[in-house]
């Protein structure tokens, strides 16, 4: 009988923070990926558990249900974007990253998925309205020259713009980071705050 090389021990014992930050990710991954393919309502908990691999009662450990899947999606999104405190983070350099990410595949399905399903679950759509859109506002407006909440809904309008509403239909591509930096540079520019990505103000010009 020929040798076997015996497999690694299993590992034992409580998974690190960093393996369940891990765990978290890839059950997320794989909800996203059926749920923008199939829609909230045709996908269910069994579904995302077998794509992910995981138990059931793994995923109500993350999450819960699959609206709190879908939430969590958005905010993952949201604080990778965000993730910076308005001092490190200039306002320039937030606004190229609001457009790489809300441009990006991910978001554009999720947000399809939102304008599908906000007529059938109108709770969900405040939550991702109040989770991610005006999460997004709030986080412009703390790093404005002088916060004005009306500027920093304008400059959120600015950078989604018609390229954005193109996305949703399928008729560009998501843009690259320097194509998304300069779609920042042209929003900020409308509002008349002028600057590059480490330093922004207003122009009084």
Do not use: C, W
């Amino acid at each position: 009988m020929a040798n076997q090389t015996p497999s690694a021990p299993r590992k034992r014992g409580r998974p690190t923070q960093a393996e369940r930050a891990q765990r978290r990710d890839d059950i997320l991954d794989a909800a996203v990926r059926l749920l923008v393919a199939g829609g909230f309502s045709q996908v269910t908990l069994d579904d995302i558990v077998a794509e992910a691999h995981v138990a059931k009662r793994t995923i109500y450990g993350y999450f819960g249900d699959r609206t709190e899947i879908f939430l969590a999606a958005v905010e993952r999104l949201r604080d990778r974007t965000t993730g910076l405190p308005a001092e490190e983070d200039s306002l320039a350099g937030l606004a190229a990253k609001i457009v790489f990410a809300l441009h990006s595949d991910e978001a554009i399905g999720l947000h399809r998925l939102m304008i599908i399903e906000a007529h059938s679950f109108p709770d969900l759509a405040k939550r991702f309205y109040r989770d991610g859109p005006q999460a997004y506002v709030t986080a412009l407006n703390e790093r404005l020259p002088e916060p004005d909440p009306e500027q920093a809904q304008a400059l959120f309008t600015l950078l989604l713009g018609e390229p954005h509403r193109q996305r949703l239909l399928g008729l560009r591509p998501a843009p690259d980071r320097a194509e998304a930096a300069a779609h920042a540079q042209g929003a900020l520019a409308q509002l008349g705050l002028t600057g590059d990505l480490g330093r922004v103000e207003r122009n009084r010009g």
